[in-house]
């Protein structure tokens, strides 16, 4: 991926060169690239005069960080005990099969990453499937066409317009 060592600084600019915002600014890469890539820690250790490898251990320790390219949209499927217990690993297998990469993964056009979760903390909902941060709740292996298919169908639209 190329990344744009203007724009980078300017994030970083944002908040001053100051190392203690080393979180903020690797939140803000990462809305904008949906991954930290490794050109743009690189800038970040150089302008906030941060070792690169204490960088990549702060990346590395916040689960919300990801080195690797993600998806245009994360599906998370939680695998809970309460999840866990109402099938949510024949539901993981599911979206394996469907998107046709094993979980932890993205597809290879960039659209889907999967992804699975200890517990989201509304059990009483499960299986709790979350894609791009909306919560499909009791969810089957039946619902998981039209749960693709609705993220599918948002891309579709937005290039029509
Ligand atoms: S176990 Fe899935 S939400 Fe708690």
Redesign the pocket.
Known sequence: MNVDTERIKSLIAKYNNQQHALISILQDIQAEYHYLPKEALEITSQTLNIPLIDIIGVATFYRSFSLKPKGKHQVVV???????VRG?PKILEEFERKLNIPCGDTTPDGEFSLESV??????A????VVVDGNYHAQTTIRKIDSILKKYKKKEKDNDGK
Do not use: D, E, N, R
């Open positions: 939680c695998m809970g005990t309460a999840c866990h949510a200890a517990c989201l903390g509304c059990c909902i499960g299986p709790v």
